[in-house]
């Protein structure tokens, strides 16, 4: 019997509140240039305290494997308790998250830059330069004037930031991956998208609307300079993903600021609440939808971006800003709340990391692992132990009692 | 997708350079006639404490899995990151590699042992009244005088202690595994070798070739009293394993004393180097090869053998005969190192055993547990928790960033 078949065979709805937290890139690492403690040890958090005073079980969490730096979409399909080896969003689906692009199943989506070619085609700078982002805005605005369709197909154009941006089709029958246009180092032409599969007819039709795309587009940039190409990566369908609450039971809402992670939480179904730009006015409208939903997903960046900066500073700081809104999230308390992060991004690494990530469950049934606080070096010693990420939201449904016994 | 397989394809060379310290079977048992503590918590180990010091991450280790207790194959296999479920080797083949031969792909090795047969061929001793070791020396020698192919198949008979002797096939078109010809008990006739797949033609030839094999080799040994005969058991090819560097990405180095660690690293493409005899002149010997080589695995053995001997004193000895050797490791300091054993050895038990082995993983970016010292108690509050050793390997690649993020 498959695990996730004995979950959903033993899941049952009880009405339970449940908030995930995600202070993302949280977990750090203590070393003696910071006098060895982590952003999370250092900072003060009279709130988080009190909370962990009352009752918590703590633990760390492996986000992938043993090893392995997740992205950010890796490190939300397992938060969100989707195995992030059985399912695997492509490059193009996480950057059309992340520029907010609402993308519906079946969609192909692709990353894309600006190159630049000489007379002969071949490719001379594959970032064009590194053009203005108001550049890109343009040639974006231009080539979605003129290509609207490609047969049936519907495209949309979606400048990003600089040289990139992102292509989706949108249409019956696709489906990827594709090979790469790219052809990865300057002084060849753009390569051919290929079907990875022969025998997909779905992906041969893809081929035939990327060749088409370029037929069309490539006059149109013909009297540009640096941008008179383009070069695709990451060429994938959004995959079908069952939605979070066809899988637990759970009608969720997603509370967070960055489109990478409100486009994350749409991917599995869960209804974007749009409006609040702090921490503070997160905790203050998941207050205010308490009653409408079952799951909350709350996302804060602001650890990650501190972590990749290597500010330990800021990084506390922000952890800071997290506990002082805490109480407002505790005055209208769920029944089960975690705490943790997507990943650890330590100061001393200025990236995500594999380091397992602390994680607090509270709830009735939690227990207490008599630790004073949150923080890395406790969490190593908590009841949770340490275990992957993907049965995190186990653990919150079976605090939330939404499993029957499994046998008599 | 497979975890191997997305390993693979994460992995970047680095050139950073890695070392594996092995103190066979060091784990141990804290017992109350033992004054309540392990031999590694009992030595003196400044050198090693004042490296926890500096910032390490610990954990423990479970060989292959929970309540398994591994032998040295398996044990070491899980350490190079080989799944000991998934690559099997055969204990004619572990026999072989102890006794210092170096197997090929494709050889077929046997363990035998002499035993003796009465007038109607009747086993009367298993084990031939235990010869001396000279005896089998001698015994073997003859055989290997007048039996040095079979058809065009090269027999190759090696000398064990006592009664035992390795046997080993070397041709095109042999495979493995075939049934024992020991009866397992006396009173009965030698048993013939049959193939376990009824399909397979290289079993089939192997059959064949060690029927032949006794019709040629029990009329020389026929005027011996005791060791009038042989039986074979563990009659196995050696496996196909992808190499360490093809895995890896790792130029690897062994530096072990005894035969059968040299072996075990050779079958996953190691580079053996000879000489050194102690633990001082390993170290001395990695430190003048670590421009040579990226990852460096260095074997000591006396942990085990006096776990064996359930010698707590001596064993508590060899800890501190390593320690006073390591600074000559640090002194040549490897961007990523892991002390660990292969399995427990406990004085108590006298022998191998399941119990998971403390490690203990240092790196820039290995954090710091803020333990006192490196100890079975201390790295069951470590960072690392408790995990399977297979990915020993791959949490070392990482601390060595050899691994690419995974996702966007």
């Given at each position: 019997m498959k695990l996730d078949t004995l979950y959903s065979d033993l899941t049952i709805k009880t009405g339970a509140k449940m908030a995930l937290v995600v202070l993302d890139g949280l977990g750090d690492l203590a070393t003696k240039a910071q006098g060895e403690v982590t952003p999370l040890e250092a900072a003060k958090t009279p709130n988080l305290d009190a909370l962990v005073a009352e009752g918590c079980a703590q633990g760390r969490m492996i986000p992938v494997a043993p090893g392995i730096t997740p992205g950010s979409g890796p490190g939300h399909l397992a938060l969100f308790g989707y195995d992030p080896l059985e399912f695997q969003v492509g490059r193009g689906v996480i950057e059309a998250l992340g520029l907010g692009f609402s993308l519906k199943a079946g969609d192909v989506a692709i990353r894309a830059n600006f190159c630049t070619l000489n007379?002969?085609?071949?490719?001379?700078d594959r970032r064009a330069g590194r053009i203005p982002t108001e550049t890109c805005q343009r040639l974006c605005a231009l080539l979605a004037s003129k290509i609207k369709k490609l047969g049936t197909t519907e495209v949309h154009i979606v400048p990003g930031k600089e040289h990139r941006f992102v292509i989706v089709l949108r249409g019956a029958g696709l489906e990827g991956p594709l090979t790469d246009?790219?052809?990865?180092?300057?002084g060849l032409p753009i390569s051919t998208a290929q079907p990875?599969?022969?025998?997909s007819a779905k992906q041969k039709k893809v081929a035939k609307l990327i060749a088409d795309l370029y037929k069309t587009a490539l006059p149109l940039l013909?009297?540009?300079?640096?941008?008179?190409g383009f070069l695709l990566r990451g060429i994938a369908h959004q995959p079908d993903i069952p939605t979070f609450e066809e899988r637990y039971q759970l009608k969720a809402a997603c509370l967070a600021v960055y489109p990478m992670y409100k486009g994350l939480a749409q991917l599995v179904g869960m209804t974007k609440i749009e409006g609040p730009t702090t921490i503070k006015e997160q905790f203050e409208r998941y207050a205010a939808e308490?009653?409408?939903?079952?799951?909350f997903f709350i996302h804060f960046k602001y650890t990650d971006k501190y972590g990749e900066d290597g500010n330990f500073e800021a990084k506390k700081q922000a952890i800071e800003e997290f506990d002082a809104a805490l109480p407002i999230l505790l005055g209208k308390r769920p029944d089960v709340l975690a705490i943790t992060g997507d990943h650890s991004t330590p100061c001393v690494v200025k990236g995500h990391s594999w380091h397992p990530q602390p994680v607090l469950l509270h709830s009735k049934f939690s227990g207490s692992d008599k630790l004073d606080r949150f923080t890395e070096t406790g969490a190593n010693l908590g009841s949770l132990g340490v275990f992957e990420a993907k049965y995190l939201i186990r653990l919150m449904q079976a605090n939330a009692r939404m499993f029957d016994k499994f046998g008599a």
């Amino acid at each position: 019997m498959k695990l996730d078949t004995l979950y959903s065979d033993l899941t049952i709805k009880t009405g339970a509140k449940m908030a995930l937290v995600v202070l993302d890139g949280l977990g750090d690492l203590a070393t003696k240039a910071q006098g060895e403690v982590t952003p999370l040890e250092a900072a003060k958090t009279p709130n988080l305290d009190a909370l962990v005073a009352e009752g918590c079980a703590q633990g760390r969490m492996i986000p992938v494997a043993p090893g392995i730096t997740p992205g950010s979409g890796p490190g939300h399909l397992a938060l969100f308790g989707y195995d992030p080896l059985e399912f695997q969003v492509g490059r193009g689906v996480i950057e059309a998250l992340g520029l907010g692009f609402s993308l519906k199943a079946g969609d192909v989506a692709i990353r894309a830059n600006f190159c630049t070619l000489n007379a002969e085609g071949i490719v001379t700078d594959r970032r064009a330069g590194r053009i203005p982002t108001e550049t890109c805005q343009r040639l974006c605005a231009l080539l979605a004037s003129k290509i609207k369709k490609l047969g049936t197909t519907e495209v949309h154009i979606v400048p990003g930031k600089e040289h990139r941006f992102v292509i989706v089709l949108r249409g019956a029958g696709l489906e990827g991956p594709l090979t790469d246009t790219d052809p990865n180092r300057e002084g060849l032409p753009i390569s051919t998208a290929q079907p990875t599969d022969p025998k997909s007819a779905k992906q041969k039709k893809v081929a035939k609307l990327i060749a088409d795309l370029y037929k069309t587009a490539l006059p149109l940039l013909a009297k540009e300079k640096a941008a008179n190409g383009f070069l695709l990566r990451g060429i994938a369908h959004q995959p079908d993903i069952p939605t979070f609450e066809e899988r637990y039971q759970l009608k969720a809402a997603c509370l967070a600021v960055y489109p990478m992670y409100k486009g994350l939480a749409q991917l599995v179904g869960m209804t974007k609440i749009e409006g609040p730009t702090t921490i503070k006015e997160q905790f203050e409208r998941y207050a205010a939808e308490y009653g409408n939903y079952d799951f909350f997903f709350i996302h804060f960046k602001y650890t990650d971006k501190y972590g990749e900066d290597g500010n330990f500073e800021a990084k506390k700081q922000a952890i800071e800003e997290f506990d002082a809104a805490l109480p407002i999230l505790l005055g209208k308390r769920p029944d089960v709340l975690a705490i943790t992060g997507d990943h650890s991004t330590p100061c001393v690494v200025k990236g995500h990391s594999w380091h397992p990530q602390p994680v607090l469950l509270h709830s009735k049934f939690s227990g207490s692992d008599k630790l004073d606080r949150f923080t890395e070096t406790g969490a190593n010693l908590g009841s949770l132990g340490v275990f992957e990420a993907k049965y995190l939201i186990r653990l919150m449904q079976a605090n939330a009692r939404m499993f029957d016994k499994f046998g008599a």
